[in-house]
Every structure is written in structure tokens, then in C-alpha cells.
């Protein structure tokens, strides 16, 4: 099913967690939110879910404005971000829960619902383990019951706050892929919220960038790694350093010297370059180049990862080589200049 967010606000006592926010998501996309703690994911997602009631704007589910709808009524499966299993309740009771408690008009056979249920087990990889209780299952077996359950009512969209969250990092990531794989399966349309961005970015078909209650940014994890819109996408997806420049004339400057890059569409003024560590080329001497004197060098495995002091008053910025470049040394002097980077006016 597709889903519409149009010009949500959310306001709790006065404070914004959620600044008009408008969002599309595809029939059967599974789609990242992805942000800080505190930038409003939980808030957009119970929202869709009907959890919380919008201050303002609407939520479509299909043509259909969902907003006044009850969380029953708009079908959804949810996995929240601290939410346990139902303790006292077997595996297949915690699957079968959502169906058990419908209306008889809606609820199907006893025999229907037990199938339903041991069908999700497999798909979860979790056969077998249908009589057993939350606390005889590692936690990783306890979200794929967790899924199974929030997948049970066939839900028009399934809504995902963190379900790994809790989990070492080996076993997140093998739920990842293996989620994503589920998804491809079933072709629910699934709204999943991480502040990882390894894995949004692994696991999303598109990523919705949050801060302070706004999204900055919807895109693929190409567009949002290779083009992001603002400073603080460049800044919180992969590794990033910048450097405070000035334009003029179409020209980068730093300091007394233009570093040889252009920016002939951007208006005369301050300014703050953006490069990835590793996106650099290493130039001889310097003219048009940004340089500077290597004050910390440390390796990791092939990479060198260096912080150079590159003067006038700036904070130090981080520029990654490899191994085999000796400029990389503590002490050294290097010569550089980005080779893909974005330029933000100051405002
Ligand atoms: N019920 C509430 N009452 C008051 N403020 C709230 C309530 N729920 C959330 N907030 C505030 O709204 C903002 C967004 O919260 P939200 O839970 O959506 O963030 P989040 O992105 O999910 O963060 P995290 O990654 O820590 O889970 C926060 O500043 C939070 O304190
Ligand atoms: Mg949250």
C-alpha cells in the first residue's frame, strides 16, 4: 500500500518534535528513517501507525486520509523500539495474538490461524520452536518473533522502530540481509527506523534523512552518500571534513591562496567546503591546493588516517592515504586537493 505524510506537524505541550513533514513511500518500498536520537523518527512512525494524532497535516493510506483512523483500522504490523514479547505467552500464542483478539467477523478459522502462524515461523527460520517461551530464545530468535507477529495480520504496512537495536553487531547485521530478503518475499511496504546508517543504507530502497524534527533529505543511499542537499547530510552520512573558505568570483579561497577548485555558481562570501577523508589527490607543491603539516598518523590495516594542521587559526581536518604514502607520517607535509566535494554558502 502506498503511504502519504503531508505537512505533518507534531507539537507535544508546545515543543515540535516534527516540523511540517511531507513524505511519499512507494507501494511495497522498504524505506529508512534515519536520524540522531531525538530527531523524530518514533514520532513519524507512530503517527502512521495511529499511535499519536497529528498537530497538523494529514497521513494517506492508498487515496484513503487515514488520519482519524484508529490503529485498528488501518491494518498495520509494528515492532517497537523496547518491546518485549509477550512473556507468559508461547511463541505461536505471541504470533497468533494479533488475529486470536479480532472480532469474529474478521477472525479466520482456529485451523487458519495456527497455519498462518506456522508458515511465519518458517519464513522467520524458527520452525520447531513454536512451544517455546520468550525467555528460551536468544534475542535475535526474539525480534524474528517479534517480525513474525507484526506480520501475522497482513498488515496494509509494516512499521519497524529499531527491531535490532538491541542486538550485537554480527547478529544485526545477518538480520539485515536476512529482513531484507523477507521484504523481497512479501513485498509489504515497510517503514523501518535506524540512527545505524550502515545499515539504512544496506538495507533501505530509500533513505529519509532527519534532524531537529525535519527531513533533510529523501533519497537512494548513492544519492544520499554522493549528493547530499545540506552540511548536516554531508556531515552525518560517512566520514567528512571540511574547511571554512571563502568565494570570490567563482573562485575558492583559503586563507591567502585559492585552492584551485571552482565553485562558479555559488554567490561571493563565506562559505564551507565538504570532501570525504579519502577523496583527495595529492599534489606536488602547492599552488592552487589546500596544505599542511601532519600532526597525528595512525594506521588501519591499509589506511593511513591523518590529521593535518593546515594553519591559519582552522581546526584541525582529517585527510585518510594509503599506507604506502610516507607524507602520511607524523611530522610530514602534504599537498592536496579535494577530489569530489560540495561547497555550502555560510549563512
Ligand atoms: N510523549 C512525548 N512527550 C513530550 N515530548 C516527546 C514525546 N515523545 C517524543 N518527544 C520528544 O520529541 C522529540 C523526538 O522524539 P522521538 O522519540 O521521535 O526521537 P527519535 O528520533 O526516535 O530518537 P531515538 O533515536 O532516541 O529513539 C524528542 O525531543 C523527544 O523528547
Ligand atoms: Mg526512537
Given at each position: 500500500m502506498e503511504l502519504r505524510v503531508a505537512n505533518v506537524r507534531k507539537e507535544f505541550e508546545r515543543f515540535p518534535a516534527l516540523n511540517d513533514v511531507s513524505l511519499d513511500i512507494r507501494s511495497g518500498e522498504l524505506i529508512a528513517l534515519l536520524g540522531p536520537s531525538g530527531s523524530g523518527k518514533t514520532t513519524l512512525l507512530r503517527l502512521i501507525a495511529g499511535l499519536e494524532r497529528p498537530s497538523a497535516g494529514s497521513i494517506f493510506f492508498g487515496d484513503e486520509d487515514?488520519?482519524?483512523?484508529?490503529v485498528q483500522d488501518r491494518n498495520i504490523g509494528f515492532v517497537f523500539q523496547h518491546y518485549a514479547l509477550f512473556?507468559?505467552?508461547t511463541v505461536l500464542d505471541n504470533i497468533t495474538f494479533g488475529l486470536r483478539i479480532r472480532k469474529s467477523s474478521r477472525r479466520p478459522e482456529k485451523a487458519e490461524i495456527r497455519r498462518r502462524a506456522l508458515e511465519l515461523l518458517d519464513l522467520v527460520q524458527l520452525?520447531?520452536?513454536?512451544?517455546?517461551?520468550?525467555?528460551?530464545?536468544s534475542g535475535g530468535q526474539r525480534q524474528r518473533v517479534a517480525l513474525a507477529r507484526a506480520m501475522a495480520v497482513e498488515p496494509n504496512v509494516l512499521l519497524l522502530d529499531?527491531?535490532?537495536?538491541?542486538?550485537d553487531a554480527q547478529v544485526r547485521k545477518e538480520l539485515r540481509r536476512w529482513l531484507r530478503d523477507i521484504h523481497d518475499r512479501t513485498g509489504h511496504t515497510t517503514v523501518f527506523v535506524t540512527h545505524d546508517q550502515e545499515e539504512a543504507l544496506e538495507l533501505a530502497d530509500r533513505v529519509v534523512v532527519m534532524s531537529k524534527g525535519n527531513i533533510e533529505q529523501v533519497g537512494t543511499a548513492d544519492e544520499i552518500y554522493d549528493k547530499p542537499v545540506s552540511p548536516f547530510v554531508f556531515g552525518f552520512i560517512g566520514q567528512s571534513s571540511h574547511l571554512k573558505v571563502r568565494i570570490e568570483n567563482g573562485e575558492v579561497w583559503f586563507h591567502d591562496r585559492v585552492i584551485g577548485i571552482k565553485a562558479s555558481d555559488l554567490p561571493d562570501g563565506p562559505a564551507t567546503l565538504y570532501f570525504r577523508p579519502h577523496d583527495i589527490e595529492l599534489t606536488d607543491g602547492c599552488s592552487g591546493c589546500i596544505a599542511g603539516l601532519v600532526t597525528v598518523s595512525r594506521r588501519i590495516a591499509g589506511t593511513w588516517h591523518t590529521e593535518v594542521?593546515?594553519?591559519?587559526?582552522?581546526e584541525k581536518i582529517e585527510v585518510s592515504l594509503n599506507a604506502?604514502?610516507?607524507?602520511?607520517?607524523?611530522?610530514g607535509r602534504i599537498a592536496f586537493r579535494p577530489r569530489h566535494y560540495r561547497i555550502f554558502p555560510t549563512n
Open positions: 487515514a488520519s482519524h483512523k484508529s512473556r507468559h505467552m520452525s520447531g520452536l513454536e512451544k517455546r517461551y520468550p525467555t528460551q530464545l529499531e527491531p535490532f537495536g538491541a542486538l594542521d593546515v594553519g591559519a587559526g582552522h604506502d604514502q610516507s607524507a602520511a607520517l607524523k611530522g
